[in-house]
Antibody, heavy 120, light 108 residues
């Protein structure tokens, strides 16, 4: 069974750094694109970016380019989303998601979400 | 940015009704269009891929259509479990993945 398990909720102050994780299991982690989406409180989904773990090819949505870093560690089957300096506007639920099949496919598998709260 | 415009943003309907949600892409996305359902506090669930292909286990009252820049999701004979928020997403290019703004389907 394909599973994506995300790290737990975080409470941070503005300016702090953060790295959240998404561990894949039940499949070959390096073989499928995995990405991140943001959902601010009471708002819709926003796509942030996507990574191919086999070679770390990464594609960012223009809105998030330079604002976050997406990475993956094949040795532990885990994808990451990190910030170097958080803002209060980064307060949101963050979801990781994996494509359903090889090739051009949407995202059939989702993590449970990680709530990030940034407040002074 | 690849723009996806959904309408309406809110839709009120009753159990048993048929509803249609539309999604317009800013560029030709072929038929690389997916629909997701999200309930409060839960991750999105993929309902439809390739514009009209129902995912395994999704009830047949859900259907999708369209190609190019105009797409729609239709739900016939609404059930209580269908009241949720729906999002379209284009995936013709992983460099330009984008969601629509969402449609909240509410009970009238």
């Amino acid at each position: 069974e394909v599973q994506l398990v995300q790290s737990g909720a975080e409470v941070k102050k503005p300016g702090e750094s953060l790295k959240i994780s998404c561990k894949g299991s039940g499949y070959s982690f390096t073989s499928f694109w995995i990405g991140w989406a943001r959902q601010m409180p009471g708002k819709g989904l926003e796509w942030m970016g996507i990574i191919y773990p086999a070679d770390s090819d990464t594609k960012y949505s223009p809105s998030f380019q330079g604002q976050v870093t997406i990475s993956a560690d094949k040795s532990v089957s885990t994808a990451y989303l990190q910030w170097s300096s958080l803002k209060t506007s980064d307060t949101a639920m963050y979801y990781c998601a994996r494509v359903s099949h090889h090739g051009n496919f949407p995202f059939a598998y989702w993590g449970q979400g990680t709530l990030v709260t940034v407040s002074s | 940015d690849f723009q996806m415009t959904q309408s309406p943003s809110t839709l009120s309907a009753s159990v048993g009704d048929t509803v249609t949600i539309t999604c317009r892409a800013g560029q030709n996305t072929g038929d690389y269009l997916a629909w997701y359902q999200q309930k409060p506090g839960k991750a999105p669930k993929l309902l439809i891929s390739r514009s009209s292909s129902l995912e395994f286990g999704v009830p047949s009252r859900f259907s999708g259509s369209g190609s190019g820049t105009e797409f729609s999701l239709t739900i016939t004979s609404l059930q209580p479990d269908d009241f949720a928020t729906y999002y379209c997403q284009q995936y013709s290019s992983y460099s330009a993945l984008a969601f629509g703004g969402g449609t909240k389907l509410e009970i009238k």
